[in-house]
């Protein structure tokens, strides 16, 4: 009988983390729709601009009851960092264990401290507290790293874990990989086929993306100039600095929208066990 009594008690915490994870992934995908879509507007000169996530920010903050629902996107990009410390602690998602494990931990929790950082920055614009100058947020960090012990070494680390994620994800979108932690018996068949269309596609372009910010923060360890190492923005700009430019950072930036859409469906159908 007690243990009848205790158990719904006992499972409260992990509702609770499961219903946060799920508004993080939705407000994690709100922010790259944003991104996505000013930059296919800059793309086909419709009154947008290549922004990364801090002109996310700045945009939805722009608009009426902007900084109440920046308030909501920042308090979910929590939830999505403790739902990344969770699967970095107890990992519950996998039962493997060695080298494999040991580097997804160590990935989940960098990636939960870079969303922790995303969130305080949405804070600090929701409270008036975001200063507008000094270099963008990627420089800032990796200036911080450079001038660490062996910083040159871990900007470098930085930028081949960024360029070896991009290359994951090209594996994901390839082999459909993130269909295996979805609950696809709750989809139609026409819902299915085209949730794994745009999950591939925002997979790849998720993955162009962080294989040239790898690149940056690789080219930044090489010159110890934290300047040329890049974010989200500065790839954008890159691949629109190339022949056919404006096509295809379009197309990439679809893909952006495309992977935000990725991360709703995450919320609404991801197998999450904490």
Known sequence: MNIQELTPQGQEPEKWIERL????????????????LLAVMAA????????????????????PFGKSMLF??????????????????????????GAAAIGRR????????????????????????????????SEQQTATLLSQPFGRWL????????????????????STKFRSKL???????RTEKWITRIGRFGLT??????????????????????????????ALQAIQQQPYGAWLMGIVALGLVAYGIHLGVQARYRRISP
């Open 44 to 63: 086909f000169n419709w009154g947008g601009r290549i922004t990364g996530t801090e002109g996310a920010f700045q945009s939805i903050a722009s608009q």
């Open 21 to 36: 994870a799920r508004f993080g992934y939705a407000a994690k995908g709100i922010v790259y729709i944003i991104v996505g």
């Open 205 to 234: 372009a998720k993955g162009v993306v962080a294989v040239i910010i790898g690149y940056f923060f690789i080219q930044a360890a090489r010159a110890a100039d934290a300047s040329q190492a890049g974010s989200t923005e500065e």
């Open 155 to 174: 900007v470098a680390a930085v930028g081949v874990a960024s360029v070896a994620y991009g290359f994951y994800s090209f594996y994901r979108a390839y």
């Open 72 to 97: 909501l996107v920042a308090i979910g990009l929590l939830g999505y960092v403790l739902w990344q410390f969770v699967q970095a602690i107890k990992d519950p998602e996998h039962r493997d264990s």
């Open 106 to 137: 160590l990935t989940y929790a960098v990636s939960g401290l870079i969303y922790a950082g995303l969130a305080f920055s949405a804070l600090k614009l929701v409270f008036g507290n975001s200063s507008g100058g000094g270099g963008s947020g």
């Open 183 to 189: 609950k696809l018996s709750q989809m139609s068949a």
